[in-house]
């Protein structure tokens, strides 16, 4: 085999250096820029400063609060993921047997990707509107008083929903070209030895759908955890109170409205080691059990 | 049109906008959306018309929260504007940050304005100024919360609006439910029934004198038994149907008493312009927030919430006086009432006061009189405000105990024990951030 490559040293490093600068100036500057003001108490205006060391961290160690936004953000983005993808591919495969209209069929099922966060949580607000929200009413019907911003479960239902909701597209466009790359012939000759259709999905389709649907899994985790920000914002109206709120969103509560720099410094520096954390254990230990093919 | 005719306009108009060259320009950031907006424009362009040496540009920053936050990156950056509007709850950060802005009141007698503190009605007057009685910022839309009601609802129940919240427990709700109406809702929990409730009670809000004497060592005294009682009593209400809670949400809450489910809601002397426009289906009035009489016998007033306008710091002297002077024409009693007329908040001048009882506007209107007598009733040692940093996270805070308190997640003790040591928490931090 030909092994392809570069003559010069300057080229590869003159090509790659738009990217590289782009990395630097909106990832590797801030990040920095967040652990140094981490270790300090600032007054926004930059006039005064402590340095307090690891406090800030330790604050929110000891803050009960915080882990309890902690564990929310873990519950949520476990359900969020789950069924955005499990409603998704169960979409795919009935929308791979479609054969009449199938193309209209799964346009309208690709339509929702179009819309933007913050709009599907405006979409939510009038569907779970306490007083006159289809959905809320759909709920009183089956005897839960559902209120969405006054009760903690209404909120974290309705932020389930409207995220999965909105996140069903991208998975079924995936899962569907995933579904459609599998040979023909594997599919036939599955069908000779297998006449369970369920049983034919679990042992043939699915695993060879796997590489797909870890690529899915890695997105809807981070979707969950950091894309939900505008859906959030919008259905608790930018007032948390006594609702249930994520990790990321906390950051911008703190940094943002309250403008307690340190504190919403060292809660960024703990997501991104988060996300570090994520990554490694998803390639090294996911990874290794899938077949590509 | 003629050819000459369009030749010789736009000689003019090259004229005036080379005339135009000659005014300072300053630019003013705020957070009045929709109708309020268009208000403040007015205010500009009228303040533009009325000189010719001054051209002040308002710009809409979205919230509060928001125009503070894209104030201070500006201000980082070195490209803040000249006037900057910051919420009541924000106050302790921008005062705070002693260089950030001017005060108000040395700008004014600087610049050749008159200023006499005591032109401003009582309830305004120190809202915004250091603990030595000098403003820094200042009032701009100020508000107050007051009591609204449905007329027709309390005549249906054959009773009167509550002078205190022992005649309502015992009068007023009772009638009330048995006339087929929930007795009441508020929109702001931290602001009514937390900030306002130790000014009306003159219960103290914090040490340091409320926190004004400095962020240093300053506590909240939040948690006492004259407000535990309230709040007791608000999950007691809300169990026997006197008095529903619809969340955090400020509209939620004001909702259910516009569809007339609500008989009584405590909302913003400044939403009493936003009722009267819609078209509600019943008569409504508005009066004082009820009090305990088991605290006091002696109520006493209000303070401001809304906002006020700072004078950002790093000018040149030329802008600076402009900025004088846009103050000195919104203080002036024409424009204070137009304000006060538009929008619903009050005038900050007794002299706009004077202006508008003149006028027989709180004869038309009797509502939109309530804000201010309230903020005029007699004062004491705890009802000029509060300053505490990290504020907005202190009312988030609240906000999340209350919610929990309301919805019967966690006990009334619980809740400001909570409260209690995280506000003290960030006010340390707070503290930090000042060194």
Same mark, same amino acid.
């Given at each position: 085999?030909?092994?392809?490559?570069?003559?010069?040293?300057?080229?590869?490093?003159a090509?790659l250096?738009?990217?590289?600068?782009?990395?630097?100036?909106f990832?590797?500057?801030?990040?920095?820029?967040?652990v140094?003001?981490?270790?300090?108490?600032?007054?926004?205006?930059?006039?005064?400063?402590?340095?307090?060391?690891?406090?800030?961290?330790t604050?929110?160690?000891?803050?009960?609060?915080?882990?309890?936004?902690?564990r929310?953000?873990?519950?949520?983005?476990a359900?969020?993921?789950?069924?955005?993808?499990?409603?998704?591919?169960?979409?795919?495969?009935?929308?791979?047997?479609?054969?009449?209209g199938?193309?209209?069929?799964?346009?309208?099922?690709?339509?929702?990707?179009?819309?933007?966060p913050?709009?599907?949580?405006?979409?939510?607000?009038?569907?779970?509107?306490?007083?006159?929200?289809p959905?809320?009413?759909?709920?009183?019907?089956?005897?839960?008083?559902?209120?969405?911003g006054?009760?903690?479960?209404?909120?974290?239902?309705?932020?389930?929903?409207?995220?999965?909701?909105?996140?069903?597209?991208?998975?079924?466009?995936?899962?569907?070209?995933?579904?459609?790359?599998?040979?023909?012939?594997?599919?036939?000759?599955?069908?000779?030895?297998?006449? =369970? %259709?369920?049983?034919?999905?679990?042992? $043939?389709?699915?695993? +060879? /759908?796997?590489?797909?649907? *870890?690529? #899915?899994?890695?997105?809807n985790i981070?979707?969950?955890?950091?894309?939900?920000?505008?859906?959030?914002?919008?259905?608790?109206?930018?007032?948390?109170?006594?609702?249930?709120?994520?990790?990321?969103?906390?950051?911008?509560v703190?940094?943002f409205?309250?403008?307690?720099l340190?504190?919403? =410094? %060292?809660?960024?520096?703990?997501?991104? $080691?988060?996300?570090? +954390? /994520?990554?490694?254990?998803? *390639?090294? #230990?996911?990874?290794?059990?899938?077949?590509?093919? | 049109?003629?050819f000459?005719?369009?030749?010789?306009?736009n000689?003019?108009?090259?004229?005036?906008?080379?005339?135009?060259?000659?005014?300072?320009e300053?630019?003013?950031?705020?957070?009045?959306?929709?109708?309020?907006?268009?208000?403040?424009?007015?205010?500009?362009?009228?303040?533009?018309a009325?000189?010719?040496?001054?051209?002040?540009?308002?710009?809409?920053?979205?919230?509060y929260?928001?125009?503070?936050?894209?104030?201070?990156?500006?201000?980082r950056?070195?490209?803040?504007?000249?006037?900057?509007?910051?919420?009541?709850?924000?106050?302790?950060?921008?005062?705070?940050?002693?260089?950030?802005?001017?005060?108000?009141?040395?700008?004014?007698?600087?610049?050749?304005?008159?200023?006499?503190?005591?032109?401003?009605?009582?309830?305004?007057?120190?809202?915004?100024?250091?603990s030595?009685?000098?403003?820094?910022?200042?009032?701009?839309?100020?508000?107050?919360?007051?009591?609204?009601?449905?007329?027709?609802?309390?005549?249906?129940?054959?009773?009167?609006?509550?002078?205190?919240?022992?005649?309502?427990?015992?009068?007023?709700?009772?009638?009330?439910?048995?006339?087929?109406?929930?007795?009441?809702?508020?929109s702001?929990?931290?602001?009514?029934?937390?900030?306002?409730?130790m000014?009306?009670?003159?219960?103290?809000?914090?040490?340091?004198?409320?926190?004004?004497?400095?962020?240093?060592?300053?506590?909240?005294?939040?948690?006492?038994?004259?407000?535990k009682?309230?709040?007791?009593?608000?999950t007691?209400w809300?169990?026997?149907?006197?008095?529903?809670?619809?969340?955090?949400?400020?509209d939620?809450?004001?909702?259910?008493?516009?569809?007339?489910?609500?008989?009584?809601?405590l909302?913003?002397?400044?939403?009493?312009?936003?009722?009267?426009?819609?078209?509600?289906g019943?008569?409504?009035?508005?009066?004082?927030?009820?009090?305990?009489?088991?605290?006091?016998?002696?109520?006493?007033?209000?303070?401001?919430?809304?906002?006020?306008?700072?004078?950002?710091?790093?000018?040149?002297?030329?802008?600076?006086?402009?900025t004088?002077?846009?103050?000195?024409?919104?203080?002036?009693?024409?424009?204070?009432?137009?304000?006060?007329?538009?929008?619903?908040?009050?005038?900050?001048?007794?002299?706009?006061?004077?202006?508008?009882?003149e006028?027989?506007?709180?004869?038309?209107?009797?509502?939109?009189e309530?804000?201010?007598?309230?903020?005029?009733?007699?004062?004491?040692?705890?009802?000029?405000?509060?300053?505490?940093?990290?504020?907005?996270?202190?009312?988030?805070?609240?906000?999340?105990?209350?919610?929990?308190?309301?919805?019967?997640?966690?006990?009334?003790?619980d809740?400001?024990?909570?409260?209690?040591?995280?506000a003290?928490?960030?006010?340390a931090?707070?503290?930090?951030t000042?060194?």
């Amino acid at each position: 085999m030909k092994r392809a490559g570069f003559t010069t040293v300057w080229l590869p490093i003159a090509l790659l250096l738009p990217q590289l600068m782009i990395i630097a100036i909106f990832f590797y500057w801030p990040a920095a820029w967040a652990v140094q003001s981490s270790f300090y108490l600032q007054d926004p205006f930059g006039f005064g400063s402590t340095f307090v060391g690891v406090e800030n961290y330790t604050d929110l160690m000891t803050n009960t609060e915080y882990g309890k936004v902690a564990r929310f953000t873990l519950i949520y983005t476990a359900l969020v993921t789950f069924f955005s993808l499990s409603i998704a591919l169960l979409l795919a495969v009935k929308a791979d047997k479609v054969i009449k209209g199938a193309k209209s069929y799964r346009t309208l099922l690709m339509w929702v990707y179009a819309i933007a966060p913050p709009v599907a949580g405006f979409l939510g607000l009038m569907f779970f509107d306490q007083r006159n929200g289809p959905m809320t009413e759909m709920f009183q019907t089956l005897g839960w008083d559902f209120r969405l911003g006054a009760d903690y479960n209404s909120t974290a239902t309705a932020m389930v929903i409207v995220a999965v909701w909105k996140q069903i597209p991208v998975n079924f466009i995936f899962f569907l070209s995933g579904l459609q790359s599998i040979p023909k012939s594997v599919r036939e000759a599955a069908l000779i030895d297998n006449r =369970s %259709a369920s049983g034919r999905f679990w042992d $043939v389709t699915f695993p +060879l /759908l796997a590489p797909t649907a *870890f690529f #899915l899994l890695i997105i809807n985790i981070t979707y969950a955890l950091f894309d939900t920000f505008g859906i959030i914002d919008t259905l608790v109206r930018s007032e948390p109170g006594n609702n249930p709120v994520t990790l990321v969103y906390k950051v911008f509560v703190d940094g943002f409205r309250g403008n307690d720099l340190g504190g919403s =410094s %060292a809660q960024s520096v703990i997501l991104m $080691v988060l996300v570090l +954390l /994520l990554t490694v254990f998803q *390639f090294r #230990l996911i990874e290794r059990r899938i077949h590509y093919t | 049109m003629t050819f000459w005719k369009i030749a010789a306009l736009n000689v003019a108009v090259i004229i005036s906008a080379s005339a135009a060259f000659a005014e300072t320009e300053i630019t003013l950031w705020h957070a009045m959306g929709g109708k309020l907006g268009e208000t403040v424009n007015k205010i500009a362009e009228d303040f533009n018309a009325s000189q010719d040496d001054y051209k002040i540009t308002p710009v809409f920053k979205g919230s509060y929260e928001e125009t503070l936050t894209a104030g201070i990156a500006a201000f980082r950056a070195g490209e803040q504007p000249n006037i900057m509007q910051v919420f009541d709850a924000g106050a302790a950060t921008v005062i705070g940050a002693k260089g950030a802005t001017i005060p108000v009141q040395d700008l004014l007698t600087d610049n050749g304005v008159n200023f006499d503190i005591n032109d401003y009605i009582s309830g305004v007057r120190y809202f915004y100024a250091d603990s030595d009685g000098k403003m820094i910022g200042m009032p701009f839309n100020s508000s107050s919360p007051i009591m609204y009601y449905n007329v027709d609802a309390l005549e249906k129940a054959g009773v009167t609006p509550p002078k205190t919240w022992e005649e309502f427990q015992s009068v007023t709700a009772p009638a009330l439910k048995e006339a087929g109406y929930i007795g009441m809702s508020q929109s702001h929990l931290p602001w009514i029934f937390t900030e306002n409730f130790m000014s009306r009670h003159n219960l103290p809000f914090a040490t340091n004198d409320n926190g004004y004497d400095g962020a240093e060592g300053t506590q909240i005294l939040v948690n006492n038994d004259a407000i535990k009682a309230h709040f007791t009593a608000l999950t007691e209400w809300k169990d026997s149907g006197f008095f529903e809670w619809y969340g955090t949400g400020w509209d939620d809450n004001q909702k259910p008493f516009e569809d007339g489910d609500v008989a009584i809601w405590l909302g913003s002397s400044g939403s009493f312009g936003g009722l009267m426009s819609k078209d509600l289906g019943f008569e409504f009035s508005a009066t004082y927030l009820p009090y305990w009489e088991a605290v006091t016998t002696e109520p006493k007033q209000t303070f401001i919430g809304g906002a006020s306008l700072f004078a950002m710091s790093g000018k040149s002297a030329e802008e600076n006086e402009a900025t004088a002077k846009f103050f000195e024409f919104l203080t002036s009693a024409d424009v204070q009432y137009f304000w006060h007329k538009e929008t619903g908040y009050v005038p900050i001048t007794e002299a706009a006061y004077e202006l508008a009882k003149e006028d027989g506007h709180y004869d038309r209107f009797p509502a939109a009189e309530v804000g201010i007598q309230q903020l005029s009733l007699p004062g004491g040692d705890n009802t000029k405000g509060y300053r505490m940093g990290f504020y907005v996270q202190i009312r988030d805070v609240m906000n999340r105990e209350y919610g929990r308190i309301l919805t019967g997640e966690t006990s009334v003790e619980d809740a400001f024990n909570n409260i209690e040591k995280e506000a003290n928490d960030l006010l340390a931090r707070f503290a930090k951030t000042q060194g």
